[in-house]
């Protein structure tokens, strides 16, 4: 699933071809991409209205109108392609949004599992699903004490706390394994056990993972790419997420992997005891 890196990359390479060009029709061709509000008036309140930039929030791409804000979860496998309108629509490409230029905008997903929202600017942030969401990695509200003070109750394992994105926004399976090596923590430690100032340095390796991994668009995994075959590059520099059977890194014992929540996780036993 494509984690923050990944879709700040999906939308640093739409803005160039989206912003200021204008929607004049939207036609959905599977009604349960369209979370809010219910499909005839999603499509009725988005034509006409103008892109004027396009952001993220957490996982979430948001696409600034006139009015509202269009809010683009891509789940599993979502990703976009731009055509010529008229052009036959394609298997697994279930919402169309025509521009004023005639071109066709495309959400295309294999699993269905993607989601949109279309909601109003004044209410975007008060209402689910981003009212629901914690501090995105760069906030500076980010600190050790915001931190510990979510933990420091919780029995569950560290890796499950660090996924919830109620409590930091936009990280996922694939950094939450390169964060917690890089900050020498076990990813079964209950999260009540982990002090203060390892708090902190779980935020310092947050920053210094995603931002990494920003600058090198994002982790092409499996199926994912960001649109049109735009691909990352930090799968390169993963040092020991999908790295099962491998050397670590720093100390050279074999590189681990067990289930935490259900989730594939990759450690080091020596390094993270």
């Given at each position: 699933m494509p984690e923050k890196p990944e879709v700040i990359t999906v939308a640093a390479s739409l803005k160039p071809r989206l912003i200021g060009k204008k929607i004049t029709n939207c036609l959905i061709y599977w009604d349960n991409i369209i979370a809010f509000p219910i499909s005839s008036e999603f499509r009725k309140k988005i034509i006409s209205q103008k892109?004027?930039?396009?952001?993220?929030?957490?996982?979430?791409?948001?696409?600034?109108?006139?009015?509202?804000?269009?809010?683009?979860?891509?789940r599993m496998e979502g990703k976009f392609f731009f055509r010529h309108k008229g052009d036959p629509i394609l298997k697994h490409e279930h919402v169309e949004f025509i521009l004023d230029d005639q071109i066709s905008f495309r959400f295309h997903d294999v699993r269905k599992f993607g989601k949109m929202y279309l909601i109003s600017k004044a209410e975007c942030d008060k209402v689910r699903p981003l009212s629901e969401l914690g501090f995105e990695?760069?906030?500076?509200?980010?600190?050790?004490?915001?931190?510990?003070?979510?933990?420091?109750?919780?029995?569950?394992?560290?890796?499950?706390?660090?996924?919830?994105?109620?409590?930091?926004?936009?990280?996922?399976?694939?950094?939450?394994?390169?964060?917690?090596?890089?900050?020498?923590?076990?990813?079964l430690r209950r999260s009540c056990?982990?002090?203060?100032?390892?708090?902190?340095?779980?935020?310092?390796?947050?920053?210094?993972?995603?931002?990494?991994?920003?600058?090198?668009?994002?982790?092409?995994?499996?199926?994912?790419?960001?649109?049109?075959?735009?691909?990352?590059?930090?799968?390169?520099?993963?040092?020991?997420?999908?790295?099962?059977?491998?050397?670590?890194?720093?100390?050279?014992?074999?590189?681990l992997t067990i289930k935490v929540g259900g989730r594939g996780t990759y450690f080091c036993s020596f390094c993270q005891k």
């Open positions: 892109i004027h930039d396009i952001t993220t929030r957490g996982k979430f791409l948001v696409f600034s109108l006139d009015e509202d804000n269009l809010l683009i979860h891509l990695y760069n906030d500076l509200k980010l600190t050790k004490e915001y931190l510990y003070e979510k933990i420091h109750s919780k029995k569950i394992a560290i890796k499950s706390t660090l996924l919830d994105q109620r409590i930091i926004a936009g990280i996922g399976n694939i950094y939450v394994d390169e964060i917690l090596f890089l900050s020498r923590i076990h990813p056990d982990v002090s203060l100032d390892e708090c902190d340095l779980l935020i310092q390796n947050t920053k210094i993972i995603l931002e990494k991994a920003i600058a090198l668009g994002g982790t092409t995994i499996k199926s994912f790419t960001s649109s049109e075959g735009v691909h990352g590059l930090f799968q390169n520099e993963l040092l020991v997420h999908s790295k099962k059977g491998q050397c670590c890194p720093v100390c050279g014992e074999s590189i």
